[in-house]
């Protein structure tokens, strides 16, 4: 991605990066769109996946699953997905529709619709029923029978509705666009271990695999091997385990701290990522800040090897300081996102001399 476009997004009302670099470190205060414009990205990849819009409202604790057997929990279901537009406003012009893109016109809308049905003719006179989209300003053309509400998702000129009542059931068209390029999402605290598993399974025995434990050598260099196992009865989850020189006790990397484990669902995203995007939520959670320089130089050399393009959200000085030492090349660039007004904007810091000059004289700019 060279830049993006974002409108009508949570409470990003209108947004222009006009300069992405191949790492980009996104900082700001608290509620100013950080993780946001993560979310976003991630939307925008998926080309509005309704599968993943699910699993960011998962991850939100704004569950949909439990409910898409339930007719009487429509409401509740319509206020997860309004969670996406600005104010959770329910909204259903054309004018609150919200884009994300590279540019104004490369992007993927999504925007609130009534749910309507008509009865047509096929070419054999046959009647039957079709389910169709209708915003606020078609009303008052003619009459409609309006059977619920729900999101259009526009992407590529294919159109899919999601219905309230029924958030699995698709109209008009079966969703099997691929997404734009691989990514991963490694959110705020994010030590799932059975996705993590499934990453070191992509990466096994290959040569990626000694990256692992390269990382891992950041906090505790006595690590040499490294594996997933199930070996706990009555429990269907796969455990990251290691072993030691001098040792061949088995030892749960979860006993060994949240760094080491959150090193472990960073560095396994990004080897998962060959040629696409890794999306990084705080980047300094669970990490002292002396290692966050050498998990920095992790992420700029893979990051070059692999072709990947990172964007990372901070709120930590010492993240910011530890990302200029190793931005040596000037492969990164740092955006603030601040307030003004009502209005969230970037201000962008390109210049390598610029930041250090920054970070050595204690310029806030998180």
Known sequence: MKSLYIKNFKNIKELTIEKLAPVNLIVGQNNVGKST???????????????????????????????????????????????????????????????????????????????????????????????????????GKENYNIVGSGIEIITNNVKFILSYRRPYISYNISYNISNICPFQYVHTIDFKSNLNAALFDKISLSPEENEIIEALHIIEPGINKINFLNIEEHRDERIPYVTLNNSDKRIRLTSMGDGINRILTIILSLLNCKNGILLLDEFETGLHYSVQTKLWKVIFTLAEKLNIQVFVTSHSQDCINSFVKENNEGKGIVIRLEKRHDEIVPVIYDDNEKLNFIVNNFIEIR
């Open 37 to 139: 414009l993560l979310e976003a990205i991630s939307i925008y990849l998926t080309h509005g996946n309704p599968d993943w819009l699910s699993n960011l409202l998962e991850n939100r604790g704004e569950s949909i699953r439990m409910y898409h057997r339930d007719d009487s929990q429509e409401n509740v279901i319509e206020e997860h997905y309004l969670s996406f537009f600005p104010g959770r406003e329910k909204n259903y012009s054309k004018e609150y529709k919200i884009t994300i893109g590279e540019n104004k016109e490369n992007t993927i809308q999504i925007h609130q619709i009534h749910m309507v049905e008509e009865t047509i003719k096929d070419d054999d006179g046959v009647e039957r029923k079709r389910t169709k989209s209708l915003d606020i300003e078609d009303f």
